[in-house]
């Protein structure tokens, strides 16, 4: 009924088939909720002379981004994700395991919205200084940390590539236009720290 897979993400309802042969054992058919998503798989377990080697490949549709990346407070992130993944990785230990990972896949999200960006910053700003306040940068980053703050920015749908080496899965240079502005997104998840670093970067639309 519940399978947890990290601290704050458990894979509800999982089901599957579970296959012995010789030094192997594969889970095949996967299926669960994930994230209010629906998670599809399998996953190969090998018996080597160096360690044990795993292969897989993960689809999931339908997540909820907010979920996905669960804390404390307000959600930095809402939306639906989807993504696709092939991995594999060989290791004499499931830290090892883990640390040589490495993959490909796809990853999209829709109706989404990024909290504390707001594509008006870069009007709001400008407006702020030929309105007589002084060119210092402390003032104006006052004036757009609150413009950022007080709204969110809209994305209709985006879609880039990540990639798995080293334990770690990596989002390189997602750009998108969003509503008003263009935001480059690149980020990373550590698998064996389940740490998620990212940055984001909203630039005018203007001009494009």
């Known amino acids: ?77 809402t939306g639906k994700v989807a993504l696709q993944m092939d991995i594999e990785g060989v290791g004499l230990s499931p830290q090892a395991l ?22 008006k910053v870069f ?12 060119i210092d940068m402390k003032k104006i980053a006052e004036v757009a940390g609150g413009a950022l703050d007080s709204s969110a920015l809209s994305v209709s749908s985006a879609e880039g590539v990540v990639t798995v080496a080293h334990g770690q899965i990596r989002l390189t240079n997602l750009v998108t236009r969003a509503d008003g502005a263009d935001l480059t997104l690149t980020g990373s998840v550590d698998l064996a720290e389940q740490n998620l670093s990212a940055r984001l970067a909203l630039s005018s639309a203007k001009d494009a």
């Open 1 to 77: 009924a519940r399978a947890a897979i990290t601290p704050t993400l458990t894979l509800r309802q999982a089901r599957g088939t579970l296959k012995f042969s010789g030094s192997e054992i594969a889970f095949a058919d996967i299926e669960g909720g994930l994230a209010d998503g629906q998670l599809k798989g399998q996953l190969v377990f090998h018996k080597r002379s160096d360690g044990l080697s795993a292969n897989g490949r993960v689809r999931l549709t339908n997540a909820d981004a907010a979920a996905l990346l669960a804390n404390d407070g307000k959600p930095a992130i």
């Open 98 to 119: 883990i640390g040589s990972l490495n993959g490909n896949g796809l990853v999209s999200i829709s109706q989404a919205q990024f909290a504390a960006l707001n594509a």
């Open 123 to 134: 009007e709001i700003s400008t407006r702020a200084v030929d309105q007589g306040v002084a």
